[in-house]
């Protein structure tokens, strides 16, 4: 219960009429990006790049379908920056989200009607990346807009219905669109994903009278690009035992600058994260071709290579309860304190571990055998255990350690490390393509390749991780407020 500061009554307190919109949106726009990218790589392979299924044109075909993909993801996960400056500085939150999610329908409508025709396949990935990017900025914080402070106590349930719909979205698209593509071709099921979007484009349009829509701030140069400039080209102006972003202090608000020095800190640890995503997001491509060469039984019934993916959200789904309230404080009691950097480095070496098992299965294709598709599970397992000690407790290192100023600035920089790591998953396939210094990498050596790259990046984290520095800003703001009661 509440107290009405009009009335000075206690109510109850009672979800905003608008969250049933945003949260249908949601499900809708998550069935239908992850539905159109669950087909993405096979597809491109048949369609384009090896139609014949030619053994000789395998490797570079297979690399040329990886290198599309993940340029998408990349070009996905770098629009959140430019959605959420475009909301804040110039159209707000609703605007954005309803544009950028008319871009997204013509997107996927050109993936339907273009599905011979490469170039304007390409166009249409270039929208849905522009429409997922700028969704994904504006949304969740959408969210949190909706509520005041009669009924912010719900807030906590309603991410959680929120985040319920994200995974509910991707669970039920990685199984539904494999089956359309395998029994209806392409244009059915590149087509779902985009009447879904539609849909879910119509759904936030109508509860439009419900919104509580926070108008754009106009340009802010207090911000993280601008500061941060400044003190580089002003670098001449340091004086003795100054930090470098000191010097920008005169022209900028010392508060801003000193939650910049925060943001840069976490930045230290997010830079062993974008070699997590670049592994993390083949198990949505390589892996999936990989699985089109495996024994694809399971429980009597043969599933499609496209679904396998699905093992992941569903295993993510069963493994964050089982660390939060088992694994983490088992470990807290016997003593070995589960620190966020210590959960970093761990999930990094787990995420190490399931390309080991996928590189051995690969060794097995390679000798020209049909493993079962349950050791690909196993690697899924293991995956999901490091995404949710790499993903989560990224989140969380990200809020905790940046001060309330600079959280947005950490959100779209953490977004930023999963397309940084596509990228150079992207530039590796583009080498093999092109027949480059990459091109060794065939067979299992591909695999064999990422797990020693995740091999140097875990002895660098070793060393560096003990020293850096961590200040968590939400201990000292619960610290701050006991103190100031208790001089009350």
Request: charged share 15%.
């Amino acid at each position: 219960m509440v107290k009405d500061i009009v009335t000075d009554e206690y109510v109850k307190p009672r979800y905003p009429k608008s969250i049933p919109f945003i949260i249908g949106n949601e499900a809708a726009e998550r069935f239908s990006f992850y539905g159109m990218r669950s087909i993405l790589v096979t597809f491109l392979v048949a369609q384009f790049f090896n139609p014949t299924g030619s053994a000789a044109l395998k490797t570079v075909a297979n690399a040329q379908a990886n290198e599309i993909s993940h340029i998408f993801v990349a070009l996905a996960y770098a629009m959140p920056f430019v959605g959420a400056l475009a909301a804040d500085w110039f159209f707000g939150k609703y605007k954005v989200i309803l544009y950028v999610s008319i871009l997204y329908c013509f997107g996927h409508l050109c993936l339907a009607v273009f599905d011979t025709d490469l170039t304007g396949f390409r166009y249409g990935l270039i929208l849905i990346a522009m429409g997922a990017g700028g969704i994904k900025s504006c949304v969740s914080a959408n969210v949190g807009d909706q509520f005041d402070r009669t009924n912010q106590s719900l807030l906590s349930k309603v991410y959680g219905w929120f985040y319920f719909a994200i995974n509910a979205g991707s669970v039920l698209s990685t199984l539904a669109i494999p089956y359309l593509y395998e029994h209806y071709g392409a244009k059915w099921a590149f087509g779902v994903p985009g009447i879904l979007m539609a849909i879910a484009t119509l759904i936030f349009f109508s509860g439009r009278k419900r919104y509580v829509k926070v108008p754009p701030a106009g340009i802010n140069k207090n911000n993280f690009v601008f500061i941060s400039l400044y003190a580089l080209f002003n670098i001449g102006k340091k004086q003795k035992g100054q930090a470098l972003l000191d010097v920008a202090k005169g022209k900028y608000d010392a508060e801003k600058v000193e939650g910049i020095k925060a943001v840069w800190r976490v930045m230290a640890v997010f830079a062993f994260v974008p070699i997590f995503w670049a592994m993390w997001d083949q198990s949505l491509s390589e892996w999936v071709l990989q699985a089109k060469e495996l024994d694809l039984n399971m429980f009597g019934y043969k599933v499609l290579a496209e679904q396998v993916q699905t093992a992941n959200p569903v295993f993510l789904l069963s493994f964050i309860p089982i660390f939060n309230y088992w694994i983490y404080p088992f470990l807290d009691k016997i003593g070995l304190k589960t620190t966020p950097l210590r959960r970093l480095g761990v999930g990094l070496a787990l995420t190490g571990l399931s390309f080991v098992i996928i590189a051995l299965i690969q060794t097995r294709v390679d000798a020209g055998q049909h493993p079962s598709v349950w050791w690909q599970i196993l690697a899924y397992m293991v995956l999901s255990a490091g995404e949710v000690l790499v993903s989560i407790t990224g989140l969380e290192y990200a809020y905790t350690q940046s001060p309330k100023s600079m959280k947005s600035t950490m959100s779209a920089i953490w977004l930023l490390t999963v397309a940084i790591g596509n990228l150079f998953v992207a530039y590796v396939n583009n080498s093999i393509s092109n027949k480059g210094f990459f091109a060794q990498l065939e067979g299992a050596n591909y695999f064999w390749f990422f797990v020693g790259l995740m091999a140097v990046f875990l002895l660098l984290y070793v060393f560096v991780s003990p020293r850096l520095k961590e200040r968590n800003y939400v201990t000292e703001d619960e610290n701050k407020v006991a103190a100031e009661t208790t001089n009350l």
